[in-house]
């Protein structure tokens, strides 16, 4: 627990060291605050012009970027910062009442600090533990996995006693890896170093040409064909090249990174490694979601033993000239960081808004200098590329979807986990093998991707059929699809970086129309709305997130209709707002509770 | 921007009229140029594009993008004033009407707003959409200039003014989602304890009523104002950006 949580400044020693660490650089803004944050539990203005002075900014700049991130605080927020997990699948495993329950163990209303300044209760999006949860984080570092009421309890007293985290009972911190299903990525790893090897005995040229030979495709989402993306930074013009894996696995009801840098951090780096020897980068960053800090310690930890082992540094594997090194870069809570361009802005220091583009990363990236920015997974692709050759790896899954794909599968199945299968495999094979049974629907790539209903399990994931970035959320018949994209529309809300307008305020308009259809005030108009913002904001936003946040919404809409219309009041039209709500204050003021003083629906 | 575009260099058509252009130039700059009107709000022809308020939408065989950003390319097809792209205007105006305080009758720059012209030339009767009604603050701490936040639409061309032509970084934007405001650069937040002055150019930037002087409240009678004499594609028409 920190010793001066409650002061209001920062000991001036902790930031003269921390600044002395960082160089003093701009650029290392967000991890500056980020490590402020942890020695102090909040950033008090003073601390943020201080660091301003010492950067060389702006103080406006200083607070625009905390601002921008939602695990950076510029108000108290407890000696303890509980934020329970808020995706579907913690909501569907009770984490709504067992966090109704803490706050009122705790006297805390959700969101506010108590009047003891000891704790605050909130919500965060998905946490990556679908499969173990519901989860919660606390103090932006340690999660809690597994929750039921008895561990919401011994955690009030805990709390109450001032018992420090590192207190708390060890498996409650326990995240298991639950690997169901392995195939390439997830099998026997091979030696660190032997695809390294293998890369530099083909030569820089070769290797770019089998990675061609693979069709590899890059597995954030998007398939961009990796070879041509690195052939791009490759031929860009400048001087210093950087290589950036995307680890900010923000898609709620993705984890499947969070097991590969748990159990193959090795071949990630490797991977990077094996990145920079093709487009000729010296240096190489990990952009590791906020929500993983508890890895960070362990993945510095193979970095660290890569170095020791010449797999990392200056002359690898003793080649004369082949120096590279990876530094990692801690998010701070912002799912629009997963976009690349967003995610440069945020290594920069800066909000993490997204570029406009072109020109494209690998032109013109982190600092202006070309730049590969890629996903965990295809990282770990590479290395057995470099094993095994690209046309082996062109043999798997399906000839536009080459390769294995790692599924992160949670909701309602008997085996939630990490499976991994060819490109080309049926949904209804995965639904299967994870024990789902009478399933409504399944939420393939998280909310931004497809919800896909019964009479489409035949469908196979592949890119020319269901892409995925990795999340399988799995619905029974139990549930509500109205609730589920409801949950979607707030998540999309609460995570718009706030830059365009169609994203902005679109995102907010939905939240108001869901809301509005939950509570019962709705009409078939609002759906009609509904609609009409989804189209904006396919065609006009500056960004994916903007673009894909009402995929949820829309395919529910179509598919499950019925669990839309049973919201509505009427099917025709119905007021903004109620009238008789409005006038209630007024009503109880005068005393008129006579039927004559309501519209039609008195009490 | 008065300068021409050679007549025999390249050219993309919008909305099938040949628009010349210089090389690097985006659409929204050429067509702004040869007096053609897209509308826009956070692009100014003395700044570099934001590509925020995506007012300047367009489609080019088929796929939108922001004019602002677009570069300009021989033979491009460039569809803009067409109904479903109004329509999709019409609506990011309402957005923008919707999020902040906005209440013409009793607005200084009504009759000299960017966001009040432009959705009178997108034929937007009313907000549509429920209004936010949000709690923002006017800092009227300034001497000559008030800040009136409620009518902010984030297009930070002040931002941009008081950094690139000011060298004074008065403004910067904060928070994220529908929380994203402006900040002033001062100790205490406000514009009092800032360098700004009257004669900046963030002063005289801002496209709607944020940015103010004080003490001419209605100088100009309402009626006599710039969109009160001509429309906004009317004057785009006569090359007044």
Redesign the interface.
């Known amino acids: 627990m920190n010793p001066n949580f409650q002061g209001t400044s920062v000991a001036e020693t902790d930031l003269l060291q921390l600044l002395a660490r960082h160089g003093a650089e701009p650029q290392a803004l967000v991890q500056i605050l980020r490590e402020l944050q942890e020695l102090h539990g909040w950033l008090p ?1 003073d601390v943020l ?1 201080r660091v301003a002075d010492a950067l060389g900014l ?4 200083v ?2 970027a905390a ?4 695990f950076l605080h510029m108000a108290p927020v407890g000696t303890y910062r509980v934020l329970f997990s808020d995706n579907v699948t913690d909501r569907m495993l009770g984490s709504v009442a067992l966090m109704d329950d803490l706050c009122r163990r705790l006297g805390v209303a959700p969101g506010r600090l108590g009047e003891d300044g000891l704790v605050s209760v909130d919500r965060t999006s998905c946490t990556g533990l679908c499969d173990q949860g519901p989860a919660l984080l606390v103090n932006h570092h340690h999660v809690v996995t597994r929750l039921d009421a008895t561990r919401v309890a011994q955690l009030a007293g805990l709390i109450r006693a001032h018992v420090p985290v590192s207190q708390w009972p060890a498996e409650w911190f326990e995240v298991r890896d639950n690997i169901r299903r392995a195939d390439v990525l997830m099998g026997e790893p091979s030696a660190p170093g032997a695809a390294l090897a293998a890369a530099l005995a083909r030569g820089a040229d070769e290797m770019l040409a089998e990675i061609k030979r693979s069709n590899l495709r890059g597995r954030g989402g998007a398939g961009f064909a990796t070879g041509l993306k690195w052939e791009l930074c490759r031929r860009s013009p400048g001087v210093g090249r950087v290589v950036v894996c995307n680890a900010d696995e923000g898609e709620p009801g993705t984890f499947k990174d969070r097991v590969l840098l748990s159990r193959r951090a090795d071949a990630v780096f490797e991977g990077m490694t094996l990145a920079a020897h093709i487009v000729g980068a010296r240096r190489g960053l990990l952009y590791l979601r906020g929500e993983y800090r508890y890895l960070l310690e362990p993945l510095l930890a193979v970095l660290q033993r890569r170095r020791d082992t010449r797999l990392l540094g200056p002359s690898i594997l003793g080649r004369e000239g082949f120096d590279f090194d990876i530094a990692i870069h801690v998010g701070a809570g ?1 799912y629009v960081c997963g976009e690349e361009s967003s995610l440069i802005e945020s290594l920069e220091g800066k ?1 993490g808004t997204p570029r ?1 583009r ?1 020109p494209f990363p690998a032109e013109h990236g982190y600092r202006g200098l070309p730049t590969i920015v890629n996903n965990v997974e295809t990282f770990c692709a590479v290395g057995h590329i470099a094993l095994q050759g690209g046309a082996w790896w062109a043999g798997i899954g399906t000839p536009q979807s080459s390769g294995t794909k790692v599924h992160s599968v949670s909701g309602d199945c008997e085996r939630p986990g990490v499976y991994e299968y060819p490109f080309g495999t049926r949904i209804g094979r995965i639904l299967e093998d994870c024990g789902a049974r009478d399933t409504q629907a399944v939420q393939v790539g998280g909310p931004s991707g497809v919800c896909l209903s019964a009479f489409e399990f035949g469908r196979r994931i592949a890119f020319e059929d269901v892409p995925t970035a990795g999340a399988f959320m799995v619905f029974d018949r139990s549930r509500d699809m109205f609730e589920v994209a409801r949950g979607f529309a707030h998540f999309f ?10 994203c ?6 939905v939240v ?1 129309r869901m809301d509005k259809l939950a509570a019962g005030h709705g009409s078939r108009h609002d759906i009609d ?1 509904l609609f ?2 989804d189209k ?1 904001m396919h ?4 960004c994916g997130l903007g673009a894909t946040a009402c995929n949820p919404l829309r395919d529910t809409i179509l598919k499950f209709r019925p669990a839309y219309e049973r919201h509505l009041k009427s099917l025709y039209f119905e007021p ?2 109620d009238l008789d709500a409005e006038l209630s204050v007024a009503r109880r003021m005068t005393g008129r509770h006579d039927a004559g003083a309501y519209l039609e629906n008195p009490p | 921007m008065t300068d021409t575009a050679d007549t025999t260099g390249p050219s993309f058509s919008l909305d099938g009229e040949d628009v010349a252009f210089n090389p690097g130039e985006t659409v929204l700059r050429a067509a702004t140029r040869a007096g053609r009107y897209i509308p826009h709000l956070c692009w100014h022809p003395d700044f570099a ?1 934001h ?4 007012l300047c ?1 367009v489609k080019v065989n088929g796929r ?1 993008g ?1 004019a602002c ?1 677009l ?1 300009a390319a021989p033979g491009l097809d460039v569809q803009s004033n067409t109904e479903e792209l109004n329509a ?1 205007r019409k ?2 105006l309402q ?2 009407f ?2 902040g305080n906005h209440f013409c009758p009793s607005c200084e720059k009504s009759g000299n707003c960017l966001l009040q012209a432009t959705a009178y030339e997108m034929g937007m009767e009313g907000p549509h ?2 209004e ?1 009604y949000p709690d923002r603050p006017v800092d009227a701490s300034h001497p000559d200039i008030l800040l009136d936040l409620n009518r902010c ?2 297009c930070e061309l002040c931002v941009k003014a008081s950094h690139d032509i000011d060298g004074k ?1 008065v ?10 405001h402006l ?5 205490s937040g406000r514009l009092a304890d800032t360098a700004m002055t009257l004669t900046d150019r963030a002063a005289s930037i801002c496209p709607v009523g944020v940015i103010l002087p004080k003490r001419r409240g209605f100088l100009i009678p309402i009626g006599e104002r710039r969109f009160d004499t001509a429309s906004v594609s009317e004057q785009a028409n006569r090359g007044q950006s």
Not at chain 2, 51 to 54: A, L, V
């Open positions: 203005r012009k702006t103080l406006a700049q607070e625009g601002g921008f991130y939602r912002a909000r406009i072109p809300a609460h995570e718009s970086c706030g830059f365009c307008t169609p902005r305020v679109g995102t907010a308009l108001k709305v009409e913002l904006l065609t006009a936003t500056h903004g707002f | 594009a590509g925020s308020c995506r939408i939108a922001a950003t570069r999709h609506t990011l957005m923008l919707v999020e959409f429920e936010f639409i984030l970084n403004f910067e934007i904060g928070g994220h989602g529908i929380g994203t900040l002033v650069n001062s100790d």
